[in-house]
């Protein structure tokens, strides 16, 4: 069964940063588009950064020049390094991937990780 795996939340002061990690396990053939999602209390999970299989990147306004999306295609495993953290940045950290696993791509979607910013 294929998993999504994330790690690395926790809880940084404002100004601070943290690295999340996001495995691929089980079965599968390929991984096609990787990404990263966040969800705060009361609000809709929105899109925070993606990556192709050839390494290209997206990212939403409010967080350019702030985060870093990487994935390393050996491992099946994106990174989202982010630096400078605020508060506004509080919140549950989803990552996200399409993988072949038999015919056509299927999306799949971590467990979530915490991530709370203090100020």
């Known amino acids: 069964q294929v998993q999504l795996v994330e790690s690395g939340g926790g809880l940084v002061q404002s100004g601070g940063s943290l690295r999340l990690s996001c495995a691929a396990t089980?079965?599968?053939?390929?991984?096609?588009?990787m990404g990263w999602y966040r969800q705060a209390p009361g609000n809709q999970r929105d899109l925070v950064a993606t990556?192709?299989?050839?390494?290209?990147?997206a990212y939403t306004e409010s967080v350019k020049g702030r985060f870093t999306i990487s994935r390393d295609n050996a491992k099946n495993t994106v990174y989202l390094q982010m630096n400078s953290l605020k508060p506004d940045d509080t919140a549950v950290y989803y990552c996200?991937?399409?993988?072949?696993?038999?015919?056509?791509?299927?999306?799949?979607w971590g467990q979530g990780t915490q991530v709370t910013v203090s100020s």
């Open positions: 996200n991937a399409a993988i072949v696993a038999s015919i056509i791509p299927t999306e799949y």
């Open positions: 990556i192709t299989t050839g390494g290209l990147t």
């Open positions: 089980g079965r599968f053939f390929s991984i096609s588009n």
